[in-house]
């Protein structure tokens, strides 16, 4: 299977999940301040971390499902990067999904991109690397926030979210890979 079509694959997975919660839920996240969901999307991260360290588990969880939190809280935040946030939840479900789409465009386009010039050196990456990088990403993300988005040389918050994405599609394509 190429990199392309095992994109595609965790994407509809993240896809269908994320449209199953906007029926239950409605578009209630569209409330959440940018920096609400950099939260979230930390405490995901700090999670899958734990459970890459510990010994032992309280809480019947995995590391796939966190990244596909992740995947979902960090297309979110693209769209309100787009529209900015709401007093309400002003979305339908269908008009969500198509922001969403959108977005996991941008997220795949550039995964293309980097792929062709970086080699797909992703491949050779451990999962715990990539949620070392995905804790260092938010980090710089809470840190351009903290400084009302202004950078002086580096690139911005959506760049930065779009790499934590994609970084999340490799993990579960490497934690997948395992499985089979």
Do not use: P
């Not at 509809?12 to 199953?20: G, V």
């Not at 979110?76 to 789409?101: C, P, R, V, W």
């Not at 351009?144 to 994609?166: F, H, K, M, P, R």
């Amino acid at each position: 299977m190429t990199t392309n079509q095992q994109f595609d694959q965790v994407m509809e997975t993240c896809r269908d999940l994320f449209e199953k919660k906007t029926k239950d839920y409605g578009t209630a996240w569209r409330i959440l301040r940018l920096s609400s969901l950099t939260d979230q999307i930390y405490i995901k991260a700090c999670r899958i971390r734990s459970l890459q360290e510990a010994t032992e588990q309280k809480i019947e969880e995995n590391e796939d499902s966190e990244f596909i939190g992740i995947i979902n809280y960090s297309l979110m935040a693209m769209i309100q990067i787009e529209l900015g946030f709401a007093d309400k939840a002003d979305l339908t479900s269908e008009k969500a999904l198509t922001h969403y789409n959108v977005q996991v465009k941008k997220s795949k386009d550039l995964m293309i991109d980097k792929n062709h010039d970086y080699g797909e050196a992703w491949r050779k990456l451990r999962v715990s690397s990539l949620t070392d990088l995905i804790l260092q990403k938010l980090l710089r993300i809470k840190q351009i926030e903290d400084n009302q988005g202004q950078t002086l040389v580096s690139e911005g918050i959506e760049a930065n979210y779009l790499d934590i994405i994609n970084y999340s599609v490799f993990a579960l394509i490497h934690l997948n890979s395992k499985q089979n």
